[in-house]
């Protein structure tokens, strides 16, 4: 079966129980790893957040240009490239300050969001998604610096089912 590949076990690891984050300067990055390499490929990413302001722009998953980005802009989900474009955004996703379970897989060339466990919006995804270095809570430079709390960040070079993404949040 697929390796999995947990944010956590990560030489720089956040705090067991996650972190908070201040929205000015801190982040989490970790190295290009073999694992990161999605190309084409099936992989999924769940995060738990809790957003402490609502209505900003703030980065869940990001890095190098050409990786995978989840970030929020407002009250939309955006899955992209990066500043590598094939961007996706997902309209009134996140509605009020609070927590929220974001989970994004792609399955044979169909990237799913789903939130709180709730499947939302599929869109066709032919992105060949990098290696290089990720971070969480900082989109490139010091953009969009997450401004709350991020915990239970995971990373799976295959594709949960829609049953396990529910299972996850219960």
């Avoid at 094939?86 to 792609?106: D, E, H």
């Avoid at 989109?139 to 610096?145: D, H, M, N, S, V």
Wanted: glycine share 12%; proline share 1%; aromatic share 16%.
């Amino acid at each position: 079966g697929s390796a999995y590949w947990e944010i956590t076990n990560a030489s720089q690891q956040a705090p067991k129980g996650g972190s908070i984050l201040n929205g000015t300067s801190q982040y989490y990055s970790y190295p290009a790893n073999a694992n990161l390499n999605f190309g084409t490929g099936d992989f999924s990413f769940s995060a738990d957040i809790y957003l402490a302001i609502f209505g900003g722009n703030y980065c869940i998953l990001g890095g190098a240009s050409g990786n995978l980005h989840i970030y929020i802009v407002a009250s939309s989900i955006i899955v992209s490239k990066g500043d590598a474009g094939g961007a996706k955004t997902f309209l009134n996703a996140i509605t009020q300050i609070g927590r929220y379970r974001i989970s994004v897989v792609r399955s044979n060339g169909v990237t799913s969001l789903y939130i709180n466990g709730m499947f939302v919006e599929s869109f066709s995804d032919a992105n060949d998604y990098g290696n290089s270095y990720i971070e969480i809570g900082r989109y490139g430079g010091y953009a969009y610096l997450f401004n709350g709390f991020i915990y239970s960040v995971n990373l799976y070079n295959h594709a949960l089912t829609q049953q396990d993404v529910t299972d996850r949040w219960n």
